[in-house]
Structures are given as structure tokens and as C-alpha cells.
């Protein structure tokens, strides 16, 4: 029993006990809710060209003479031939695995695979808030970072923007660790070669999801420069070539003409054409025409409350040891820069942005590092750890009872600030990826009776996704009349669009309406 007894103890004084009981208890309840989520209008299509991209890399299907690698990206081969499959390449293959050994719909199993993902980025979140704080300051941290309702609600339903955002906290982990390994005067290629190889292939993966890739080598690059060691920056040759060897096997798109076709994608996502219409404070806007404050004003009323106070005292405590010399400065001032650098570029240049700041998404973990540094500031000053413990929960609260009222729709989540997400419905987007047509639709298969009809305003092929056997889609543009109409929040659709008939089903929370199905008389 005494073995047992100091086994026990070992385990829970383990410095990685805190952040491996933080990841477990968050998977558990992702595990008990993943299947909550609704499909989000961007994943149906998305998923598709994961069960095709395999076509690309099967031998028997380049032997035959009708061998066209066009079959390689889905129905939707014009829009996903520019996005890397970096992602979906290796993440279908759990999916299937599950599909195997489960009667579990595929889209809720994609959810479950992309939640995965999301904890391996907040993982690497804790391992780089290492370099400055001690274990239980950057797990407070990486709690914070994980209970944000808007992060843990795309961290399910959104398959691109937070695995490349796992692969680029990852790669940034790696990176400075190997900068750290070429310029040590110990340095030995057998303890280091590995981390030059992950460190490369993490690279070529962002490229591959997103053109911002690249900057990922700029960070690295500044590292190396302020460690002052000539030495390593040869080293960027193998780390370069490596990340684009692996930028070029996983993107069949690029195999024909690699320089120029990478070429030709960076000038159209560069001069992204899109033109997606979004509600901000109440006004419509095109997505190239949003003001400057559009990032920053959204990530003041999307994250919790004690984010930004916390980041702010973060700050200045940093940068007090930095002028004691008491802090590693180096590396945290390309941490700083990865967000700063992005929400600059953001606000002077004003590239077309929709769908809040998903896209950004991969630029936020620094400021959860920075607000660490208050979390180890208390550690130090309170004596009793309990104490300490309830300071770090009152902190992480609000984006647990945030996210737990407004479940599955946490990423359409509003803080205080600005009343809530009831405070901003009809002003701001909320559920504006329509996730909740799956509850709405549930709820339709209980009452609606067979040969009846569905008009949808937007996504008619998601609806279709939920509706059983009897009820037929019929796109809202068609014109044709039906027995039902399903009207969701985007661009406040459920309150613009005319004729309104008698509500029958209202999708809500938290005193926001997201969907709405109506009775057509």
C-alpha cells in the first residue's frame, strides 16, 4: 500500500500533472459533447475533398489512362485546389479509423478529430509559456486559452483555421527550441536533427494551410539574429528546404508547376476577391470595406472579461524584469511579435476579413503568454496554493459559464462588455456559420409529417445534411413555395427576410436567436 501510496504522490507532484489533468478533463467533456455541434456551412464541401484527396496519392489511379488529378479535390475542385490538404491528409485517417469501430455520424467525428487538434495547439501554448513561467503559472495560462468560448467552439466545428493554428503554435515551439540547439556551444547534430526535421515539416504544413506560413521562418529567422550565433542561421538551408518538401508533397495542386502555381495562389489569396456581406455595430459591410477597428474592437468584446486587464498588467510586469534583467527578453519579443506583427498588418493594410477573426485565430496564444506572467506574479506572492487556486478559477469562469450557456454555439460568444451575445443579435454576426440548422432540423423531423417541403435561405445542402426521409430542400432562390422556412442569424436573416410567417421552432441562447423555422400559411 505504501508503494501505492508514493506512486500516487509522485504522479501528482509531477511538474506536467497540472497541464496532462487540464487536457484530460478538457477532452472528457469534448468527448461527452462533440456530437452537440452542428455542421458548419464551410465543412460539408471541405469534408468532401478530404475523402477525395486520397485519389492523389494512389498508385493505381496514376497507371490509369484516365488519370485526371482535378478528381483530387472534390465537387468544389475551384476553391479547395488553392487550400493545402495538409491538414485533412492525416486527420480523415482518424476519422475513419473511428468510422471503423462507431455508427457515429462523420461530421461529429470530424468535430472530434478537430477538438483533438485544438488541445495539441493548447499543449504547445503551455510548452512555450515554459521558457518564462513555472508550470503552474502556464497552466493557468493555458487554462485561460482553453476556456475562451469563442476558441473552444472553433476548436470542433472549424477544420481549417485552428489546425493551422496548432501548426503554427507547434512550429513556433520547435523553431525557437532548435535556434536554442544550433547556437549552444554543446551542440551536437544527433540530439538536434529531429527537431530540425518537425521544426520543417510544422513549417511546410502552415504554408500548405495558409500563405501566412512563411512567417513562421521570419520569427525564427529575427531569433536566430537576436542570439547572435552566425552559426545557425546556415542551418536555415536544410530548414528551409525541408519545410518545402513537405509544403510540396502535400499539396497535389502545386505538383505539376511548383513554383509558379505557389506563385499564382499567393497573388490570389494576397488579393483576395471575395466579397461576403457581415454585420459590424449594426452596419452591413462587404468584407474589403471594414473599418480599422473591426480586429481590435472584436477581440475586446469576444474574449472574457479579465483577458485584456490581465494582458495589460502582463505587460508591464514582463517588461519590468526585462529592465531588471530578470527575463529572457529574446524569445519573448518574437512571441510579441507574432501577435503584434499580425494585428498591425490587419489594421493598416485592411485585407477582406468575414467570419469575425477565425482567420486570425493562430495570432491570439500570445496573448494568453503574456497574461501568464500575472498568474506567476500572484504564485509568488500567495503563500497558501489553495488561495492561489481559487484566484486562477475566478479568473477562467466567465469563459466556462460563457461557453457553458451558450453550448453548442460557444464561438458565437460575446462577453459582458457589450451585454452578451443577446446585447449584440442583429448587430453583430453570431451563429453565422448557420451550426444550428442541426438543432433546428432535429427538432423539425419530431412534428413535421412526410411529402412535406423545406425552403432554406442560405446552405440548402446542410439543411438537407439533418432532414430525414420525407421532407425535400428547396433553395429559397427558387421561388417555389413550401410548407416550411428555415432563417438563420447571418446577416440577421431570421429578422430581414420577408415574408415572416408564424415562428414554429426558434433556435436560442443566451437570449439570442440563431435560427428560426417558420410555418408557411
Same mark, same amino acid.
Given at each position: ?6 506512486s500516487?504522490?509522485?504522479v501528482?507532484?509531477h511538474?506536467?500533472f497540472?497541464i496532462?489533468l ?6 472528457l $467533456? ?6 452537440d ?12 475533398y ?5 485519389y492523389a ?25 488553392n ?18 469501430f ?13 477538438? $483533438? ?18 508550470p ?16 473552444w ?18 512550429a $513556433?515551439?520547435?523553431?525557437?527550441r ?8 554543446e ?7 529531429l527537431?530540425?526535421v ?9 504554408? *500548405? ?10 520569427m525564427?529567422? !529575427?531569433y536566430?539574429?537576436?542570439k ?22 502535400t ?12 506563385l ?32 481590435p ?6 474574449l ?17 524584469? !526585462? ?34 477573426y ?26 497558501a ?8 478559477f ?6 466556462i ?8 454555439y460557444q464561438?458565437?460568444?460575446? *462577453? ?12 453583430y454576426e ?16 419530431q412534428?413535421?409529417p412526410? *411529402? ?14 439533418y ?13 417555389t ?9 447571418r ?8 415574408p ?18 417558420e410555418?408557411?400559411q
Amino acid at each position: 500500500m505504501s508503494i501505492v501510496l508514493a506512486s500516487i504522490k509522485s504522479v501528482l507532484q509531477h511538474r506536467n500533472f497540472p497541464i496532462l489533468l487540464l487536457l484530460i478533463i478538457s477532452l472528457l $467533456v469534448g468527448l461527452l459533447t462533440f456530437q452537440d455541434f452542428g455542421m458548419a456551412w464551410d465543412e460539408y464541401l471541405y469534408y468532401e475533398y478530404a475523402d477525395a484527396i486520397g485519389y492523389a496519392y494512389s498508385i493505381p489511379a496514376h497507371l490509369s489512362p484516365d488519370f485526371d488529378l482535378e478528381k483530387a479535390y472534390g465537387p468544389s475542385a475551384g476553391d479547395h485546389r488553392n487550400h493545402g490538404p495538409g491538414y485533412i491528409i492525416f486527420a480523415r485517417l482518424g476519422v475513419y479509423a473511428l468510422q471503423a469501430f462507431t455508427n457515429i455520424d462523420q461530421i461529429a467525428l470530424w468535430h472530434l478529430v478537430n477538438f $483533438v487538434t485544438f488541445l495539441v495547439g493548447a499543449y504547445f501554448v503551455y510548452k512555450i509559456s515554459l521558457r518564462w513561467l513555472n508550470p503552474y503559472s502556464a497552466v493557468a495560462a493555458t487554462a485561460l486559452y482553453l476556456t475562451q468560448p469563442v476558441l473552444w467552439g472553433h476548436g470542433f466545428i472549424n477544420p481549417k483555421d485552428t489546425p493551422f493554428a496548432t501548426a503554427f503554435i507547434a512550429a $513556433v515551439y520547435f523553431g525557437l527550441r532548435i535556434v536554442d540547439s544550433l547556437s549552444s556551444p554543446e551542440f551536437k547534430f544527433k540530439k538536434s536533427w529531429l527537431d530540425l526535421v518537425i521544426t520543417g515539416f510544422l513549417i511546410g504544413l502552415a504554408i *500548405n494551410m495558409r500563405i501566412i506560413g512563411p512567417l513562421l521562418l521570419v520569427m525564427i529567422f !529575427i531569433y536566430a539574429l537576436l542570439k547572435r550565433q552566425k552559426k545557425s542561421l546556415l542551418w536555415f538551408i536544410p530548414l528551409t528546404f525541408i519545410a518545402i518538401i513537405t509544403t510540396y508533397i502535400t499539396w497535389p495542386y502545386i505538383w505539376k508547376t511548383p513554383v509558379a502555381t505557389f506563385l499564382e495562389v499567393l497573388r490570389l489569396m494576397a488579393s483576395y476577391s471575395t466579397t461576403p456581406k457581415l454585420i459590424f455595430m449594426g452596419d452591413f459591410y462587404r468584407s474589403y470595406e471594414l473599418p480599422r477597428r473591426y480586429l481590435p474592437w472584436l477581440l475586446g468584446i469576444t474574449l472574457t472579461e479579465p483577458v485584456w486587464p490581465l494582458f495589460l498588467s502582463g505587460g508591464i510586469i514582463a517588461t519590468i524584469r !526585462i529592465f531588471k534583467r530578470r527575463l529572457e527578453w529574446k524569445a519573448l519579443s518574437v512571441v510579441v511579435f507574432w501577435f503584434l506583427s499580425m494585428l498591425l498588418y490587419v489594421v493598416v493594410m485592411q485585407p477582406p476579413t468575414y467570419d469575425g477573426y477565425r482567420h486570425f485565430l493562430f495570432i491570439l496564444p500570445p496573448i494568453f503568454i503574456v497574461c501568464g506572467f500575472v498568474f506567476q506574479e500572484l504564485y509568488m506572492r500567495v503563500s497558501a496554493k489553495w488561495v492561489y487556486g481559487l484566484l486562477v478559477f475566478f479568473l477562467i469562469l466567465p469563459g466556462i459559464l460563457g461557453g457553458a450557456k451558450l453550448h453548442p454555439y460557444q464561438y458565437a460568444y460575446y *462577453n459582458s462588455f457589450v451585454g452578451g451575445t443577446k446585447g449584440v443579435a442583429g448587430m453583430y454576426e453570431t451563429d453565422y456559420w448557420l451550426t444550428c440548422y442541426k438543432e433546428a432540423i432535429e427538432e423539425l423531423n419530431q412534428i413535421a409529417p412526410g *411529402n412535406t417541403t423545406l425552403i432554406v435561405v442560405r446552405e440548402p445542402a446542410n439543411a438537407a445534411y439533418y432532414l430525414k426521409e420525407g421532407i425535400q430542400v428547396i433553395d429559397y432562390t427558387a421561388r417555389t413555395p413550401g410548407d416550411y422556412l428555415l432563417l438563420g442569424a447571418r446577416l440577421n436573416d431570421y429578422a430581414r427576410v420577408l415574408p415572416q410567417y408564424p415562428v414554429l421552432i426558434s433556435v436560442e441562447r443566451d437570449g439570442a436567436t440563431f435560427c428560426k423555422i417558420e410555418a408557411v400559411q
